[in-house]
């Protein structure tokens, strides 16, 4: 850590900030406007970030004055960013390195160039940033990027150079380490390129590791099951109202149950299944009707369905199955603010051959809250304790295999007769 800057050089800071402010008469957010007055630390930062050099910390600062009002930084929150993306997990906090600092995991090979709007990616990144800095109140973070089992297709040196911009420009002293985790050698002259876009004290953050050598930068407790830590958790985005809650444990009777990967389970539902209330009348679901199941790069058959609340009150939703030995859903359950959107992801497990899911189907329910921040615990406890005439229902089928290769056949057939007239 370097040399901490006086409560003077602060001040210093804070006053030749303020008079630039006052004298170009320039645009910046209220609630920055107050961080300037009351936040010592977070003038501090800047003064760290440049060494003390209060000409480039005065610079520095004035820049992302005008970046964060520009973009809207301050207003940025998970109702207002692609929640889909969010949810997905291709990156999230947890865990702490070998310091005591946040881990924000980057899933490198959740990551596909193009597949989503790049701004909508940036948006949601810069809604972690946010919300990491209050979590943490301004202590450095380590970025990881678990690059296992990624290659060409999940590199984009655009979107890499944007997040380490972040950091270097827009959140002073705000990064502890780059762990970067099992990188194939094909992506080695990459992260040469990317080297040159950092400051040399900036490149002595990058650390190459391992399996082998994890334990040196994040200790075993800390790291990821996947990673050969001992933390066993699977990603579930939580509200930031409700991100301390932890999941409730797995039930360990014999019953036949589904597993979420949020970590909770449920009951074979198709006995138990009751009609009440009128379909659809709180959630849209896209594709209607069907779970149609596609390969995806590990050969898995992966089911995406689309929740949206098409009320002005929130709801809360749970997703049942008449086969919970064969699917793995996530999110299980959840809810979503008026005009929200989810994306339910539904996998096939390995044991099971695609050609047997024709029969079986799937139920989303959803029911009316006070309002969308509920806590996991609240929304179990919601769960077990809704009256069936508080459920609205809506039943899906698993296409077989054969009517999904049919459809393809004929949306490509579809695409040839307009490409001809």
């Known amino acids: 850590m370097g040399s901490q800057p006086s409560l003077d050089e602060i001040n210093e800071l804070r006053k030749a900030i303020t008079q630039r402010i006052s004298s170009e008469n320039a645009s910046v957010h209220s609630k920055d406007l107050q961080r300037i007055k009351d936040d010592d630390d977070w003038l501090r930062r800047f003064l760290m970030h440049t060494d003390l050099k209060q000409n480039e910390a005065l610079q520095m600062m004035w820049n992302v004055l005008q970046w964060r009002n520009e973009y809207g930084t301050n207003d940025i929150n998970e109702h207002n960013v692609k929640k889909d993306i969010l949810i997905l997990g291709g990156f999230f906090p947890r865990g702490k390195d070998i310091d005591g600092r946040l881990l924000f ?10 597949q989503h709007n790049t701004d909508d990616i940036k948006r949601c990144v810069i809604y972690w940033m ?15 990027f678990d690059m296992d089992g990624t290659g060409l297709s999940n590199m984009d040196l655009d979107f890499v150079k944007y997040i380490i911009g972040l950091f270097k420009d827009y959140y002073p002293y705000f990064l502890n380490y780059v762990l970067i985790f099992e990188m194939p050698w094909i992506l080695n002259t990459a992260f040469k390129v990317i080297k ?14 391992s399996k082998k ?13 996947c990673w050969g830590g001992e933390d066993d958790y699977t990603f579930s985005f939580m509200p ?17 149950k589904v597993r979420f990967d949020d970590g909770t389970q449920m009951s074979d539902v198709g006995s138990t299944v009751t009609t009440s209330g009128e379909d659809g009348s709180l ?9 149609k199941f596609t390969k995806d790069s590990d050969d898995e058959y992966i089911s995406h369905l689309l929740l ?6 929130p709801i809360s939703f749970k997703v049942k199955t008449t086969a919970p030995e064969k699917f793995r859903v996530r999110p299980g359950y959840g809810c979503l603010a008026p005009g929200c959107k989810a994306v339910i992801t539904v996998c096939l497990l390995p044991a099971y051959k695609a050609s047997s899911i024709g029969k079986d189907k799937f139920l989303i329910l959803s029911t009316l809250v006070d309002n969308s921040d509920l806590s996991s615990e609240e929304l179990i406890n919601l769960w077990k304790n809704t009256l069936t005439k508080k459920e609205h229902q809506i039943h899906l089928r698993c296409a077989p295999m054969n009517e999904v290769m049919k459809m393809e056949q004929q949306c490509m057939q579809l695409r040839k007769w307009n490409q001809v007239f």
């Not at 949206?308 to 009150?313: G, L, R, V, W, Y």
Request: positive net charge; hydrophobic residues 35%.
């Open 308 to 313: 949206q609340n098409i009320t002005s009150t």
């Open 240 to 256: 930031e109202a409700s991100s301390k809650e932890e999941m409730i444990t797995q039930n360990n009777n014999n019953n036949r």
């Open 196 to 209: 040159t876009w950092l400051p040399e004290k900036a490149v002595k953050k990058i650390k190459f590791i």
């Open 213 to 225: 050598d994890l334990k040196e930068w994040v200790p075993l407790d800390q790291a990821l099951t």
């Open 130 to 144: 946010e919300r990491l800095e209050r979590q943490t109140k301004g202590e450095p973070i380590t970025m990881f």
């Open 283 to 291: 959630l849209s679901v896209s594709p209607e009707g069907l779970v």
């Open 105 to 114: 995991i980057f899933k490198c090979k959740k990551y596909v160039k193009n």
